[in-house]
């Protein structure tokens, strides 16, 4: 699993409310992106982070934020949630050696 | 847009036999396709992959097909076991570049004891 976890696991959270996902890598790895999935579309990126403190937009960005202080830790804000943004969220981290790309366990996110 | 998709949402198989999983995707400046697993309730397991200068790759019990003329590619199981039940799906990229993937939205296989 190359190191992944993500936190928390299942979160419920209301309409309008801030929500931050974390990402957590042990092993140094550079690229980190962030993906959502819902049922009847492919994973879909959000945002994705090259390095420290350098990150860039996805396709679905807008009504997300992404910072990166650390290597080993990519975090995704809602700012504000809303309904359309319950979905299940995916951290990866992919390996430029060997082009594999490798993810969390998922998050839950509802938002009612 | 682009768009990378499955021909068939669900597929059964009895155990023991050949599953095909079929993708078709849009791109023809696509370049490097991935086939995932998903078991329910984790992340997204890479397969195996190929690139566009080569129409066929093996791995243990899959194997890979690569059609570039209809951008079609297919991922094949051999003698499919229960383990194998999972969604897989699709990606396409163009040069190695995760920030410009197309997943496909997934094939539910089951496999019939």
């Known amino acids: 699993d190359a190191g992944i976890t993500q936190s928390p696991r299942h979160k419920v959270t209301e309409t309008g409310t801030p929500v931050t996902l974390r990402c957590h890598q042990t092993e140094n790895h550079r690229y980190m992106y962030w993906y959502r999935q819902d049922p009847g579309h492919g994973l879909r990126l959000i945002h994705y982070s090259y390095g420290v403190k350098d990150t860039d937009k996805g396709e679905v960005s807008d009504g997300y934020s992404v910072s990166r202080s650390k290597t080993e830790d990519f975090l995704l804000t809602l700012e504000s949630a809303t309904s359309s943004q319950t979905s299940v969220y995916f951290c990866?981290?992919?390996?430029?050696?060997?082009?594999?790309?490798?993810f969390g366990p998922g998050t839950r996110l509802t938002v009612l | 847009g682009e768009s990378v998709g499955l021909h068939l949402p669900t597929l059964s198989v009895q155990e023991g036999d050949n599953s095909i999983i079929n993708c078709a995707y849009s791109?023809?400046?696509?370049?490097?396709f991935i086939w995932y697993k998903q078991e329910s309730g984790k992340g997204p397991q890479f397969i195996i992959d190929?690139?566009?200068?080569?129409d066929k790759r093996q791995g243990q019990r899959v194997t890979v097909l690569l059609n570039k003329t209809v951008k079609h590619l297919s991922l094949q199981i051999a003698a499919t076991q229960p383990g194998d039940s999972a969604v897989y799906f699709c990606?396409?990229?163009?040069?190695?570049?995760?920030?410009?993937?197309?997943f496909g939205p997934g094939t539910s296989l089951s496999v019939i004891p």
């Open positions: 990606a396409a990229l163009r040069g190695t570049s995760y920030d410009k993937v197309i």
């Open positions: 791109n023809s400046a696509s370049d490097y």
């Open positions: 990866a981290i992919s390996v430029p050696s060997s082009n594999e790309q490798f």
């Open positions: 190929i690139r566009s200068n080569m």
